[in-house]
């Protein structure tokens, strides 16, 4: 009994596909197979990740159809790091003009003592300059190949862009492992008394550095100075990784490594620029009697009393090392108010 | 206007690499330069599937966007172009390209690379036409003579197919209306409901 009508439902099933099949002609075997092309130009698209083919063409990435991550390189350079930089720039260089119309050239209170006081030897002034003349020329080369395009092919047309940025890549490229050497030797020189020391640094953070008022007190180097100190080193190990393994494309690198390394270095070297604007300006214009101190390696008594009273205080104490001018006829240091000119 | 283009048939190209062949011995490019190659898909498998890739001379050209110097042009028919004069050779290019297109001489330390090189779609550079600097630094000038890409007009399966795009799309329309292709497939199922 069962087994009937399991047959007559069966049965009933059958004809009713007949009966719809009949109504349409089938279609012609070919078009109902699933095309193989499909899953093929997913794949060469490579839209779930890079996929690897072969090719009998050796070289890097020649094995790959399509490059992923060409695009979002493409947007990251044209749209966020060449604008970006530009702005950041011209934000930095604003900020520092608003502070020169404000505070004005900063000078000595007590104008100059006349009293030299060794602050910097000459291998740490050495140092000092070689980092800072590989510095300038490094990131003049790098914004010129990165912004020159916009800036500078409508000054000097296109063949003569060419021949600028030619030689900006060769030094670029050839100073940079130099630059290593040289940040390296002043990391060394200079780290001892950039250690920070936490409650003093705060102080001095927290008086605004005394950049919009009195003086905050500071030991041989502010918190300021040891800030730059140590984001240079940081992001400077940055810049300096990721420059040499864009300056040694020889270990068979992949497009993505380099784009990725492209990014830090365009990002840290950006940082760098914009803070070392406020670095020279700081150490040129902003402060009476403050450039001499790196170009001789001598600082003004009342200077160092003014910007570094706790360092100022030591030397004094300890005796160390207080030179007279060579130009000054050798006051003794009881006759700070010498007559020396200020300015 | 034209708008020049390659198009590779995948159910054509059979990996003969004669394309690659042509195009070194036509331009005679030096060694580790390879303006065009073939990719294979799947080797060994089902559904595997070649392709020969060079510059696509794209309209919105990622290369010529990233370039700090500027050195791409487009010419009249769609070809881009660059000058070997104006090119630093840094790499930039072959970052942003989809193809792996531009391809460079020198791979050494200091980011020496020498100046780029790429499929010029047998149109020259810069220079005068026919002039030997113009061979020297891009190679044969094929489309002042009126003719084709030599990689596509000697491909022997007819796989890879150069010239103008409305031209090129005809044919290969009419290609995949004799294949009976997915399009025609989604069509009818839609009539079957």
């Given at each position: 009994m069962r087994i009937h009508t399991l047959l007559m439902m069966v049965c009933l099933l059958l004809s009713a596909f007949q009966l719809q099949a009949a109504d349409p002609p089938p279609p012609p075997a070919s078009l109902l197979s699933i095309?193989?092309?499909?899953?093929?130009?997913?794949?060469?698209?490579?839209?779930?990740?890079?996929?690897?083919?072969?090719?009998?063409?050796?070289?890097?990435?020649?094995?790959?159809?399509?490059?992923v991550s060409g695009q979002s390189w493409r947007e990251y350079r044209m749209q966020e790091l060449v604008p970006k930089a530009g702005a950041a720039i011209l934000i930095v260089l604003i900020i520092i003009a608003i502070f020169r119309l404000l505070r004005g050239r900063i000078m000595l209170e007590e104008g100059r003592s006349g009293v030299k006081i060794l602050r910097f030897t000459t291998s740490q002034r050495a140092a000092h300059w070689t980092t800072a003349i590989l510095f300038v020329t490094l990131g003049l080369t790098g914004l010129?190949?990165?912004?020159?395009?916009?800036?500078?092919?409508?000054?000097?047309?296109?063949?003569?862009?060419?021949?600028?940025?030619?030689?900006?890549k060769f030094l670029h490229d050839y100073l940079g492992p130099v630059f290593m050497l040289a940040l390296t030797w002043l990391f060394i020189l200079f780290v001892r008394d950039n250690i920070p020391s936490p409650k003093l640094d705060l102080q001095w953070l927290l008086k605004g550095g005394g950049l919009f008022g009195k003086h905050a007190s500071s030991g041989r180097y502010n918190a300021g100075e040891k800030l730059w100190f140590w984001l240079a080193s940081i992001v400077g190990l940055a810049v300096i990784i990721s420059g040499m393994v864009l300056d040694f494309p020889i270990f068979e690198q992949t497009r993505a490594t380099m784009e990725f390394y492209h990014w830090v270095h365009s990002v840290s070297a950006i940082i760098l620029i914009v803070v070392s604007f406020g670095h020279i300006y700081m150490g040129?214009?902003?402060?009476?009697?403050?450039f001499e101190v790196m170009k001789t390696g001598y600082c003004d008594a009342n200077w160092a009393k003014e910007h570094h009273d706790l360092w100022y205080e030591k030397v004094k104490d300890s005796g160390e090392p207080v030179?007279?001018?060579?130009?000054?006829?050798?006051?003794?240091?009881?006759?700070?108010?010498?007559?020396?000119?200020s300015g | 206007?034209?708008?020049?283009?390659?198009?590779?048939?995948a159910e054509r190209c059979i990996e003969?690499?004669?394309?690659?062949?042509a195009c070194k011995n036509e331009h005679d490019i030096p060694w580790g330069v390879n303006r065009r190659r073939v990719v294979t898909i799947k080797d060994g498998?089902?559904?595997e599937r070649s392709l020969s890739v060079a510059c696509m001379h794209c309209a919105d050209a990622p290369c010529a966007a990233v370039c700090p110097v500027d050195c791409f042009y487009t010419t009249g028919d769609g070809i881009v172009l660059h000058d070997k004069d104006i090119c630093i050779g840094c790499g930039y290019c072959f970052y942003a390209c989809p193809f792996g297109a531009p391809q460079f001489p020198e791979s050494s330390a200091f980011s020496s690379r020498g100046k780029m090189d790429k499929c010029t779609f047998c149109a020259?550079?810069?220079?005068?036409?026919?002039?030997?600097?113009e061979y020297k630094k891009y190679g044969r000038n094929r489309v002042s003579e009126g003719k084709l890409p030599l990689c596509a007009e000697m491909c022997a399966t007819k796989a890879l197919l150069a010239g103008d795009a409305d031209v090129l799309s005809d044919i290969y329309r009419k290609r995949v209306i004799n294949r009976g292709a997915s399009a025609f497939e989604w069509g009818v199922n839609q009539l079957k409901g």
């Open positions: 095309n193989p092309g499909t899953d093929l130009w997913r794949e060469v698209r490579q839209r779930d990740g890079e996929i690897e083919g072969i090719s009998q063409v050796k070289s890097p990435g020649a094995n790959v159809l399509v490059n010129t190949l990165l912004l020159g395009r916009k800036f500078l092919i409508p000054v000097f047309g296109a063949e003569g862009f060419g021949s600028i940025a030619v030689a900006a040129t214009a902003a402060l009476e009697a403050t030179a007279q001018t060579q130009a000054q006829a050798s006051p003794a240091p009881g006759q700070r108010e010498s007559t020396e000119p | 206007m034209a708008s020049m283009k390659f198009y590779c048939d003969c690499n004669a394309c690659v062949t498998e089902q559904g020259g550079g810069p220079e005068d036409d026919h002039s030997s600097e």
